[in-house]
């Protein structure tokens, strides 16, 4: 196994792995610990790579999803295909689905089906973005909690649908990791409406200061994706932009999400 990072402090390309053959539990530790360390983990030259496989291996890390929207033969994997009747829509910093009470793990994303040039990932380190914030801000955040709306971006006519299916719900600003205890910035412009018993213009600009904190180069890592590949990241402690800079071009991605905990804040 060859280990390529992309920046001094995140992400891991890595090749000779073969993800479609299963791996032992040492093995899986050693990736844990390096998903934990580095935030993403980029497998290239997966050709071998099947959908039982990919579901495997997400397996081997935590209980697996039934996506209401997966596949028919295999439930656990979403299919994400944009191209000019579908624009993209995950073109905003974001930690995916924060608004559930226990937000997921991470995700297996496969490349299926890249443009030739664009359609990038970025991400974003979250703990350290904690620690970029002066002290005294962080003294004012710890213990504060913020609201997390599915229905924040969506058109009038499907709030009531979407808050139906996911009332909004409250998280600590400041999260701490539930296996290795870092502090991580827990508010993202997708789906953070506002800060809790703080007054609505207040709220507003301290959230706006936060999510600018996404905006840092020096906190992210850009993975340019080639045939055959196939990432894992923490969701837990990183956000990601899927830039939609491709049209008309089509971009057909596979996705396993692992289930993951109730977000806690510090004792």
């Known amino acids: 196994m060859e280990l390529h990072h992309l920046t001094p402090g995140l992400g891991t390309e890595i090749f000779g792995f073969d993800l479609s053959v299963p791996c032992d539990n040492r093995g899986i530790a050693e990736l ?13 030259d997966q050709q071998n ?3 039982d496989s990919q579901v495997g291996f997400a397996a081997r890390f935590g209980p697996i999803e039934i996506q209401a929207a997966g596949e028919a033969t295999h439930p656990a994997i979403t299919r994400v295909c944009h191209g000019p009747n579908a624009p993209p829509t995950e073109n905003v910093w974001h930690s995916d689905q924060s608004f559930r009470s226990a937000p997921p793990l991470g995700s297996v994303l496969r490349a299926c089906e890249i443009p030739s040039v664009g359609g990038d990932t970025l991400f974003v380190d979250m703990r350290q973005a904690w620690l970029r914030l002066s002290e005294s801000l962080r003294d004012i955040l710890h213990g504060l909690t913020a ?32 296996e290795t205890g870092e502090a991580i910035l827990y508010v993202n412009m997708a789906y953070t409406t506002r800060i809790i018993g703080v007054p609505p213009r207040d709220s507003a600009a301290l959230m706006n200061h936060l999510f600018q904190q996404t905006m840092v180069p020096e906190l992210q890592c850009r993975v340019r994706w080639t045939p055959a590949t196939c990432i894992f990241w923490d969701n837990r402690s990183l956000q990601h932009y899927a830039v939609g800079d491709y049209m008309p071009a089509v ?17």
């Open 147 to 178: 609201e997390h709306d599915v229905a924040k971006h969506a058109p009038m006519e499907r709030v009531a649908e979407l808050r139906l299916a996911a009332l909004p719900v409250e998280h600590p600003i400041l999260r701490v990791h539930p």
């Open 49 to 51: 790579l099947t959908r």
């Open 251 to 267: 971009r057909i991605m596979e996705r396993v999400t692992i289930a993951g905990d109730p977000v806690l804040g510090p004792t």
């Open 32 to 44: 844990r610990v390096l998903l934990l360390r580095r935030g993403v983990l980029v497998f290239r």
